[in-house]
């Protein structure tokens, strides 16, 4: 006759056995949907020693930045909520060899986001364990299976049974999904986007300076590296909207210029700040600190010429410092 013990641990394997193996079945499954990630993985590994411009940051590189507009052969490897931690591990990840200029941006929030395992998209960290070899995180943490987010396996499910994508980039890496037809209107007109906006890119002082301790180094290795290699370093401040501009944290958007000018007296760069520039408003904008596919398009020719402009060693370009 079994042991109680015994034939316990025979009903709980005979029961979590099924179950893991339907998971592990389903994370198999789920990860055939090609995604964001994966496709950036699969051209940057295919195309690295053809690139001469590579864009990195978050969002605001990701929807307001086309690779297309830029001059020579230009990717833009920015993803949503990337922090700089992550920049400078798909920055040194690849040799690349023909790699003249990166674009970095630098916004309201850069210096003082948490680490990314830390925030509300934590979840996001396991797309670069996953689909981007970042070896932060164990083969056997949470990290590295998209079942530690149920909500999101259970969609990725879905979106494989249809056979579908969740590809929200195109070909050249930059974010397609931020069209005017999908604008949130009522919050663009009550000002509630710009408030909400503002206060989840705001840090109390204790949070902002833990958080700088961890980024600014961060910002530095891209910065170390791209003198060490030749490489134009190119900061860039994208364009808000007046009510955002007027919302933030003017202690925190001082510090942000602060650590900017440190990091210039040990290293060679351009930050070209647009966060205030006039010529952007209305369709301009998907949201109040987002540029829409209009202004992408609009602020990436801009961008360039003024890029373009520095390297030619013209001067007086009023963004440029």
């Not at 109680?4 to 079945?25: D, E, Q, S």
Request: aromatic share 14%; net charge neutral; charged share 25%.
């Amino acid at each position: 006759m079994l042991a109680p013990m015994k034939r316990f641990c025979i009903y709980l394997t005979a029961l979590i056995l099924p179950i893991a193996i339907l998971l592990g079945i389903g994370e198999y499954m789920v990860r055939q949907v090609p995604n964001s990630y994966s496709h950036k993985e699969k051209c940057i590994r295919k195309y690295h020693d053809q690139l001469e411009t590579l864009v990195l940051g978050n969002s605001h590189s990701f929807y307001g930045i086309k690779p297309q507009l830029l001059d020579g052969s230009a990717f833009n490897l920015a993803n949503v909520s990337q922090t700089f931690p992550f920049d400078r591990f798909l920055l040194e990840k690849y040799p690349y060899p023909k790699l003249s200029t990166v674009v970095l941006t630098v916004s309201y929030p850069s210096f003082f986001e948490q680490r990314l395992e830390e925030g509300r998209f934590w979840y996001l960290c396991s797309y670069y364990k996953i689909y981007m070899d970042c070896p932060d995180h164990s083969d056997f943490s949470y990290y590295n299976f998209e079942a530690s987010n149920m909500d999101n396996y259970r969609k990725k499910l879905e979106l494989y049974l249809k056979h579908s994508s969740r590809i929200d980039c195109d070909a050249y890496g930059w974010g397609t999904t931020y069209k005017l037809s999908r604008k949130d209107m009522k919050a663009w007109n009550d000002g509630s986007g710009a408030v909400e906006a503002v206060n989840r890119h705001t840090y109390t002082w204790d949070e902002a300076v833990e958080n700088a301790r961890i980024n600014f180094p961060a910002v530095k290795g891209i910065a170390d590296f791209c003198n060490e290699k030749n490489i134009r370093l190119f900061l860039v401040t994208t364009p808000c909207t007046p009510e955002y501009n007027a919302l933030v944290d003017q202690r925190q958007l001082k510090e942000m210029y602060v650590l900017v000018d440190s990091l210039r007296k040990t290293n060679e760069f351009v930050h070209l700040d647009y966060m205030q520039d006039k010529r952007f408003a209305g369709d301009d904008f998907f949201d109040s600190d987002h540029l829409s596919v209009v202004g992408a398009e609009k602020f990436s020719k801009i961008l360039n010429d003024d890029i373009h402009s520095i390297k030619q060693g013209e001067t007086g370009i009023p963004y440029a410092k």
